[in-house]
């Protein structure tokens, strides 16, 4: 490989190996920007909600926010004083051009917990869609808010929203490590785990109850269970050199990983509760970075039996893997959708590092980004956004990106530098 390329042994390693950060180990919470210009977006007018300043979030900023995001919609500003009791003057909205129409309401019950109300119109029709109401803690004010945002995703799209998953992606400030769960905006976020060494791969499971990591705490790769409400931790594969790259199967009850304890790295599958394991590779190449196909039947994985790094397929019940990327010569991490029908990975183009898709039944290839470092991209739960580690002004920063690249929203960090993003599923326990 020249100078310049990562070496793919330690790809996964090198994502923890973060330069020092100088300022207070303390972090701040996300702050979502969109960029970008992308094709026919349906233009929705959030009103702020009534007594909003009753709720500690800002409600109807976060379902605006949520709605932008998606690539699916663009805000049109909305004046206050419509509630979801009042009847909208349709030429108003209309005038504005207004598609749709959110307003809502929030009131604080005897008991402290906030009685939150919403209503969808449709402008165009000049009628109702869906109105609802839920009474929940001040301290689930802004998930209330992310599943408004679901609810009038689903209703004008057809698709299953997202905004009310979680993601999870690695810290380092200062020596400190953190394993990090936030919402799919990045606010709200918790640290599930701290550590003064290296923490990497963190991967959902199916359930959405545990999360699988690298951990380097008894001085050498290990992979770990933990749950993620309860905190409890177990050590999953802890075998002789180095045990790396976790990746569950659709059902949750298997996981991939990459190990060395029989010389070179290679992947196997391994039971969840740690027995049954079974080699999948047999080659004298480096084969990591495995991903699992919706069905459970194919893996996915990153192996430089060609001279450099590149993508290949192989069914979990063993045989011989075929290449998948032929586009460049160092293609590295890949995902796959929901639907099993795009593949998301990192390839090198002249020393810089950007993210592509490629569809897998024609082969047809689009890269995303144009940045000089991106990796780790994770496909949201309803296959519809991407989220990946990028660096911007010299830190690490979260992205998300429409499919075709056209709507980018920096999930931006102001003191901690931040990677390796994993998308959660649908299921919040």
Known sequence: MSSNARPLVSRRLSLAALAAFTTSPAW????????????????IAVVDFKDESKSPQPIAAIIRADLERSGMFRAVDAPPGLSETA?????????RQADALVAGSVNRL??????????LWDVVKGQDIVGEATAVTPEDARLAAHRIADTVYEKLTGERGVFATRMAYVTKAGPRYSLVIADADGEGAKVALASPEPIISPAWSPNGQELAYV????????????NVQTGQRRVLADFKG??????????????AVALSRDGGTQLYVINRDGSGLRRLTQSGAIDTEPCFSPDGASLFFVSDRGGGPQIYRMAVAGGSAERVTFNGNYNISPAISPDGRTLAYITRQSGNFR????DLGSGQVQQITDGTDDESPAF????????YASRAGGREVLMTTTLDGKIKAPLLITLAEVREPTWGPFTRP
């Not at 045990?243 to 298997?254: E, F, L, M, R, V």
Request: charged share 20%; proline share 7%.
């Open 28 to 43: 701040a919470q996300l702050r979502v920007e969109i960029a970008g210009v992308g094709g026919t977006r349906l233009p």
């Open 87 to 95: 009847s909208p003057v349709w030429q108003d909205w209309r005038a």
């Open 110 to 119: 005897a008991d402290g917990r906030l009685d939150i109300r919403f209503k």
């Open 215 to 226: 951990s380097f705490e008894s001085r050498k790769a290990t992979v770990r269970l933990q």
């Open 242 to 255: 180095s045990n790396s790259a976790p990746a569950w199967s659709p059902n949750g009850q298997q996981l």
């Open 355 to 358: 993210l592509c898709v490629m």
């Open 380 to 387: 949201a739960p309803n296959g519809k956004l991407l989220v």
